[in-house]
């Protein structure tokens, strides 16, 4: 029990920087956005939504939800909700219709990664954003189709 304290302090302080803390996301997102469950994601997969993979490129060379495209969310402050100015994320990278589905991952709480990719191609202008909060984790878990 003590080891896996002392690892979680360890990963919390690295994880934001010095801060102690490690934020679990939220189970809802902003509107016009919407929240996506491991089915509702499925839903949008079989119906042509691109997924969106904000994990870093090793990442998503490893292994990723099969036809999703990488653009990731460079943070500042990992594994916390805080956004900084010096965050980067090249919304110049997603399919120029605005009105097409878009579903957004990472791994799964607490990553905020996709969280912040979805806000942040919402305040690009696309207006069919969805936020899969679970991630890869969950998809696999149901044998979803990966590559």
Same mark, same amino acid.
């Given at each position: 029990?003590?080891?896996?304290?002392?690892?979680?302090?360890?990963?919390? /302080?690295?994880?934001?920087?010095?801060? #102690?803390?490690?934020?679990?996301?939220?189970?809802?997102? +902003?509107? +016009?956005?919407? /929240?996506?469950? =491991?089915?509702?994601?499925?839903?949008?997969?079989?119906?042509?939504?691109?997924?969106?993979?904000?994990? =870093? &490129? *090793?990442?998503?060379?490893?292994?990723?939800?099969? *036809?999703?495209?990488?653009?990731?969310?460079?943070?500042?402050?990992?594994?916390?909700?805080?956004?900084? +100015?010096?965050?980067?994320?090249?919304?110049?990278?997603? !399919?120029?219709?605005k009105n097409k589905a878009?579903?957004?991952?990472?791994?799964?709480? !607490?990553?905020?990664?996709?969280?912040?990719?979805?806000? &942040?191609?919402?305040?690009?202008?696309?207006?069919?954003?969805? #936020?899969?909060?679970?991630?890869? !984790?969950? #998809?696999? &878990?149901?044998?979803? !189709?990966?590559?």
């Amino acid at each position: 029990m003590l080891k896996r304290i002392s690892t979680l302090f360890f990963i919390g /302080f690295l994880s934001a920087g010095g801060a #102690w803390a490690v934020e679990e996301t939220p189970m809802t997102f +902003p509107a +016009p956005g919407k /929240f996506a469950d =491991v089915n509702t994601a499925k839903a949008q997969f079989d119906q042509g939504a691109v997924f969106v993979d904000a994990r =870093v &490129a *090793g990442e998503y060379v490893d292994k990723r939800i099969k *036809g999703a495209i990488n653009v990731v969310y460079r943070e500042t402050h990992a594994k916390v909700s805080k956004l900084d +100015p010096a965050d980067r994320f090249d919304a110049a990278k997603l !399919p120029a219709d605005k009105n097409k589905a878009l579903v957004f991952y990472c791994n799964g709480s !607490p990553c905020w990664r996709g969280y912040k990719g979805a806000a &942040a191609a919402m305040n690009a202008g696309h207006k069919n954003v969805y #936020w899969f909060r679970d991630g890869l !984790p969950a #998809w696999i &878990a149901k044998g979803y !189709p990966t590559e």
